[in-house]
């Protein structure tokens, strides 16, 4: 099982760029599918992008499909989330998660989830 870190929040204005990043520790990094979540205040903890273990294939939450880019250096064993065009509506903390059971956007498919990073955009 991997044990996972996220760093990059910080607090930007509305339309700004961010990059997190995770950094997972373990060699079985490679064979994870890789997810980031967020949770804003007052409210549940959403899927935003997910990608395969091979990078093969990637899936986003509509609210952010064309702003935001998930990707994965497996030689790394970091998962990134380029965030660009930023909106206050944004402001979340942000998971990411490992899933073995291939790329989803459940949570409960995920068994492995770092501590977070805030990220908050100001308008």
């Known amino acids: 099982q991997v044990q996972l870190v996220e760093s990059g929040g910080g607090l930007v204005e509305a339309g700004d760029s961010l990059r997190l990043s995770c950094a997972a520790s373990g060699r079985t990094f490679s064979s994870y599918a890789m997810g980031w979540f967020r949770r804003a205040p007052g409210k549940e903890r959403d899927f935003v992008a997910g990608i395969s273990a091979s990078s093969g294939s990637t899936y986003y939450a509509d609210s952010v499909k064309g702003r935001f880019t998930i990707s994965r250096d497996n030689a790394k064993n970091t998962v990134y989330l380029q965030m660009n065009s930023l909106r206050p509506e944004d402001t979340a903390v942000y998971y990411c998660?490992?899933?073995?059971?291939?790329?989803?956007?459940?949570?409960?498919?995920?068994?492995?989830w770092g501590q977070g990073t805030q990220v908050t955009v100001s308008s």
């Open positions: 998660a490992a899933s073995p059971y291939g790329l989803a956007t459940r949570k409960s498919r995920y068994n492995t």
